[in-house]
């Protein structure tokens, strides 16, 4: 009998383990997770990602997931672009992959920056093809460069060894060295210890538990998640890389111009890049956090975005949304959550579609 029992107890790890380790597997199980509003399902993204890391009773406030409606009234602008988009969270959480949605776009291929695997292949027409790239702030200082934008946008030629170039050993030695980082992968997935604690522990039955907790800590002690910051009204949580004035995805970190500079460099050599590629516009758009928006904190805010906006010698189409936003900022991002709300979706999508109404 004890032998079975570890034998279940093993194979149970096992397959644990294999999903956990798995996008698909984990796709799947959230699929599930999510699909029940009972004891059984999960409720970690239910009410806000910010909640789900918080559990903070006064956030738990149910979001509205669905995405961005489509345009009842399609604009009678002539077709004449395929809209080629590589985004994050807050396009492909509130957006459909759906051409509707932009004045003037025949065709959309949206492409997200967690994804290395999926590369550019432009639709075979004779529309113009323009080119957005969205980034929200937190995340531009380490994504928004040529070198990860052609990681996930250009179509990778094989590096495989040849034999003639090489020798034997080396190529031994490179098989070797691809098999063993293909079985890391395989076995140690880069957020498997997240993936684990949501397959263990999130479920619905716990969540009253991790609230009780939750609250006792923040009341007595006045602490939360280390990745969470409560906002000084206390009407908003932020993810506290946002406010934190160490972290680099900080709004009020201290920049310096040699910085701001370097950015500029960097949207301009991607423009530069893709103009030779083939497409004949480049649209660059660096979402703000929300912490610079609404304006709940005391500290003094960088501007990075306006700064870049600003440059002399930025030379791509930008859309800074941040003057945008600001109006009616509280109904523009959720209190539990570190995305915007449908409502600041929208906002941002009648900017792009001001820039894209202006093209030739």
């Not at 949605?101 to 920056?113: A, D, E, I, Q």
């Not at 280390?226 to 009020?252: K, W």
Request: hydrophobic share 40%; glycine share 4%.
């Amino acid at each position: 009998m004890r032998r079975l029992i570890a034998l279940l107890l093993f194979l149970s790890s096992v397959i644990i383990l294999c999903l956990s380790s798995s996008d698909l597997g984990m796709r799947w199980i959230t699929h599930t997770r999510y699909a029940r509003n009972d004891a059984w399902g999960a409720d970690k993204y239910r009410y806000g990602d910010l909640y789900g890391l918080s559990y903070l009773s006064d956030f738990r406030i149910l979001q509205d997931t669905n995405k961005l409606a489509l345009p009842s009234q399609v604009d009678t602008l002539p077709k004449s672009y395929d809209l080629t988009i590589l985004g994050d969270s807050y396009l492909y959480s509130f957006f459909h992959e759906n051409p509707a949605y932009f004045n003037r776009v025949s065709s959309v291929n949206l492409y997200r920056w967690s994804d290395t695997m999926q590369h550019l292949i432009r639709p075979k027409s004779k529309n113009k093809q323009v080119l957005l790239i969205e980034c929200v702030e937190r995340n531009m200082w380490a994504r928004v460069n040529l070198a990860d934008a052609r990681l996930r946008l250009d179509v990778q030629k094989s590096d495989l060894p040849k034999v003639g170039n090489n020798s034997l050993k080396d190529v031994w030695l490179s098989q070797l060295d691809r098999f063993d980082a293909s079985v890391r992968k395989a076995l140690y997935h880069p957020s498997l210890e997240s993936n684990l604690d949501f397959v263990l522990f999130n479920w619905g039955l716990l969540g009253p538990i991790k609230e009780l907790k939750a609250d006792f800590i923040w009341h007595v002690l006045g602490r939360t998640n280390p990745d969470v910051q409560v906002s000084q009204d206390a009407q908003f949580l932020y993810l506290r890389e946002t406010v934190d004035v160490n972290s680099q995805g900080s709004s009020f970190r201290s920049l310096n111009k040699e910085e701001i500079d370097q950015m500029v460099q960097k949207l301009n050599e991607i423009q530069a890049y893709y103009l030779r590629y083939g497409f004949d516009e480049v649209i660059i758009s660096l979402i703000p956090n929300p912490v610079s928006i609404l304006a709940t904190e005391n500290g003094s805010l960088n501007r990075a975005i306006p700064q870049i906006k600003e440059h002399p010698a930025l030379k791509v189409k930008f859309l800074d949304p941040t003057s945008s936003l600001k109006k009616g900022a509280e109904l523009n991002f959720s209190k539990s959550d570190s995305h915007w709300t449908l409502r600041g979706a929208q906002i941002w999508l009648n900017d792009l579609n001001q820039i894209l109404n202006q093209l030739p």
